[in-house]
C-alpha cells in the first residue's frame, strides 16, 4: 500500500482564532493516526495572519500529547532562522517527551520576507549560504560527543532523524551528499521536481542514518463525495494562493462556488501551475491521481497537503485520500 503522510499548515480562517486552529490540528493529528498515516509535519511560517505553525517546536508539543503512535515532525524548520543549537535542545525535549516518533526537516527558507527574518535572528549574520554548514553542526549536537566541545542537552544522544526538505536542485544536492531522506515541496513548487528526485538518487551516498535514497514528495489532495463538493472545498486554499502570489496574504476565506471560472485566465493559469501536483474531486479522481504521482516519481512515500476551510470537510478529505492510497 502507498505510504501516505500529512503536512498541515495549521490553517487559520476569516473568522476562526489560532487557539480553535490549534485544537483542529491536535484533533485532525489523532484523526490520522486512526487512519494509518505515517507521519504528521507541521511546517514554520512567520509573519502569515492564516497560519498558527511559527512557533513549530511548541506546535508539535501540543500534536504528541494529542496522538500516541504516529510520527509527527517539522515539515519543516527554516535552519536559518535558528542556532541549530537551539534545535538541537528543542528536538532533543520532544524527542524526550515523545521517544521515537520525532522528525527534524530542514529548510532553507526565511519562512516569510526579508524583514521577519531580520526580526527572528537580529541580524543576517546566518542566511542560506550557511544552511549546509549548520545541518552539519545539528547532526554533531544530535549526535553527541565531544566534537563540538560544548553540550546540547537535552539533543545529544538522540540522533533525530534528519530530512532535507527543498523545491530546487540544491536541497536534493545536500541529501544526497549528507545520505539523508529527502522530501520535495511539489504542493507548490513543482518545478524542479523531477530533476531533483533524478539527482538526488543518481548522487546518493549512504550514511548512518540511511542505506539508500528514500524520497518524499508532496501532493495536495481535495476529496470529498462527490467531484462538485470536492471542487468547492479546494476554493479556500486556491483564494490563499492567489492572495499569496499577488502579494495580498492573510486569513484562509471560505469556499466559492466557481471559483476558478472567474479568474482572468492569466492568474488561472498561474494557479493551474502552482497546483498542478494535485488531486480534486472522489476516492476514484484521488486515487487517479497519486497513482500517476508516484509513477512519475518513484516516491516512497507521499506528504498530502490539504487546507479546507471546514474542519469537518478537511478530516472527511483525509478519510477518503487513506481509502484512496489503499485502493492502489
Known sequence: MLKLAFLDLVPVTDNGTVAQSLANAADLAGHAEELGYSRYWVAEHHGMAGIASAATSVVLAHIGHATRTIRIGAG??????????????????????????????????????????????????????????????????????????????PGEGTNIPLWILGSSLFGAQLAAMLG??????SHFAPDALDEALALY???FKPSAQLSEPYAMAAF???????????????????????ALRTGNPGRM????????????????????????????GTVE???????????????????????????????????LAMEAAKSL
Open 285 to 319: 479522481d484521488v486515487a487517479a491521481g497519486l497513482k500517476a504521482f508516484v509513477a512519475r516519481t518513484g516516491a516512497d512515500e507521499v506528504i498530502v497537503a490539504s487546507s479546507m476551510y471546514d474542519h469537518d470537510a478537511r478530516k472527511r478529505s483525509l478519510a
Open 180 to 185: 539523508l531522506p529527502y522530501a520535495f515541496a
Open 76 to 153: 519543516g524548520i527554516m535552519l536559518p532562522n535558528h542556532a541549530p543549537m537551539v534545535i538541537a535542545e528543542q528536538f532533543g525535549t520532544l524527542e524526550a517527551l515523545f521517544p521515537g516518533r520525532i522528525d527534524l526537516g530542514l529548510g532553507r527558507a526565511p519562512g516569510s520576507d526579508q524583514r521577519v527574518a531580520q526580526a527572528l535572528r537580529r541580524n543576517l549574520a546566518s542566511d542560506e549560504r550557511q544552511f549546509p554548514q549548520d545541518v552539519v553542526e545539528l547532526q554533531a549536537f544530535l549526535a553527541g560527543g565531544e566534537r563540538l566541545g560544548i553540550r546540547a542537552v
Open 253 to 280: 476565506p471560505p469556499p466559492r462556488a466557481g471559483y476558478t471560472d472567474s479568474l482572468p485566465p492569466n492568474a488561472r493559469a498561474i494557479l493551474d501551475h502552482v497546483l498542478q501536483c494535485s488531486a480534486v
Open 220 to 242: 495536495n489532495v481535495f476529496a470529498a463525495d462527490t467531484r462538485e463538493e470536492a471542487e468547492y472545498l479546494a476554493s479556500s486554499q486556491q483564494q490563499a494562493f492567489v
Open 201 to 203: 538518487r543518481r548522487q
